[in-house]
């Protein structure tokens, strides 16, 4: 196996995600067809969770993995996420309403804002997990982590499948478990606060994996990494950040919520690693010998236009009942909420996404090139 302390990292983001199959998609450009899986170490988080499984189960071959996630997501519909229609929505809102007037016992609601179980469908027509296995045993694969927050226990769990030598870990607030990777760890890490169902794992209850995950590059790093590779979600300029209202609307709040969720941890965690880096430069092989630190090379991906921008060009494909139900909340065609663009699972939208992914990937070729030592 061919530089196994390469990890790559894909962050959660709902519908922006799609944007990581575009990088994915430049970075095959560096290797030829039958190419095995240029990272040996796979961590994903929310969204990215579900992209970094499905290259877990064609890690023998790297172009057949991003081919087949290109092909779903640029022929996604947001019906096969979530149930989108009219109807459909207002009968799930209804059903968690009545619901309220049941005893925790017979209660069947899990109290979200939309009804995911498409998505449950989807995932097990498309991941076959027994390949996960197959490619830790041809060793094409070290490790492919998931990470969930535990409601229960406040922690953030990366559940892991890898080597035999891989070792569960504890931290504070944080841990790694092994174990062999279903369909609910990807629903659980995906399950967005309020707007997907919280999942169980046995006797736990978790969510999207972002909430509680304060150090994200721990995991890839215990998982053996030395050099990770992030694809984001979030915008790479600070001068892209959209200017908040002077009272800011509750749309507003919902969708900053979102990208704090799904970006601010990261960007302390690489300024974190920027520094140790950085001291362990200046210290002496005496001192060195005496920490168990050690420097990690992080290159990171994000987009270089607004994803929020992009989202409103295909507002209107969204389907009605979804349209519906924002506007509920004071989001419409022009909002300056990101929202919208985190629930946007329509291939039109996807679709610019991954132009947008592989443009910026093909962008920084000669720094990918350099990072994964080709």
């Known amino acids: 196996m061919q530089n196994s302390n390469v990890a790559l990292m894909l962050t959660g983001g709902g519908a922006r995600a799609a944007y990581q199959v575009g990088v ?4 095959t450009s560096l290797f030829p067809r039958n190419h095995h899986i240029p990272f040996p170490v796979l961590c994903g988080t929310s969204a990215g969770a579900i992209n970094a499984t499905a290259l ?10 991003v081919r087949k996630l290109e092909w779903v997501w640029k022929n996604f519909s947001t019906e096969q996420v979530y149930v989108a229609s009219m109807s459909g929505t207002l009968r799930h809102m209804a059903g968690n309403y009545f619901s309220k007037y049941q005893s925790d016992d017979v209660r069947n609601s899990k109290g979200s804002l939309l009804d995911n179980r498409p998505l449950r469908r989807l995932l097990r027509a498309m991941l076959d997990f027994k390949r996960i296995d197959r490619n830790i045993h041809t060793q094409y694969l070290r490790a492919i982590s998931v990470t969930v927050s535990s409601y229960s226990s406040h922690d953030s769990v990366s559940y892991f499948q890898g080597q035999p030598d891989q070792s569960r870990w504890q931290r504070q607030k944080r841990r790694g478990e092994p174990c062999k990777l279903e369909v609910d760890h990807l629903l659980g890490s995906a399950a967005i606060p309020i707007v997907f169902p919280v999942v169980q794992l046995g006797d736990d209850y978790v969510g999207d994996g972002s909430i509680h995950q304060l150090s994200p590059l721990s995991t890839p790093i215990h998982l053996g990494a030395e050099k990770v590779l992030v694809v984001g979600v979030g915008q790479r300029d600070k001068n892209l950040r959209m200017q908040p209202h002077i009272f800011p609307r509750s749309a507003t709040v919902a969708g900053h919520l979102l990208d704090t969720l799904f970006a601010d ?3 302390a965690d690489i300024e974190r690693l920027e520094r140790i880096n950085k001291t362990l430069s200046i210290m002496t092989p005496e001192q060195l010998k005496s920490t168990e630190l050690k420097p990690i090379d992080c290159m990171v991906i994000k987009p270089s236009q607004d994803l929020t921008a992009i989202a409103r060009k295909h ?3 969204l389907p009605s009942g979804i349209r519906t139900l924002l506007k509920l909340i004071g989001v419409s065609e022009h909002s300056e909420s990101s929202l919208p663009s ?3 699972f329509e291939g039109s939208f996807c679709q610019e996404l991954i132009q947008l992914g592989y443009k910026d990937g093909m962008e920084r070729k000669e720094q990918l090139k350099a990072f994964l030592e080709i």
């Open 265 to 267: 941890t990261l960007d």
């Open 56 to 65: 877990a189960c064609y890690a023998s071959c790297y172009h057949l993995g």
């Open 342 to 344: 985190y629930l946007m």
């Open 315 to 317: 507002y209107k494909n």
């Open 24 to 27: 994915l998609k430049a970075i």
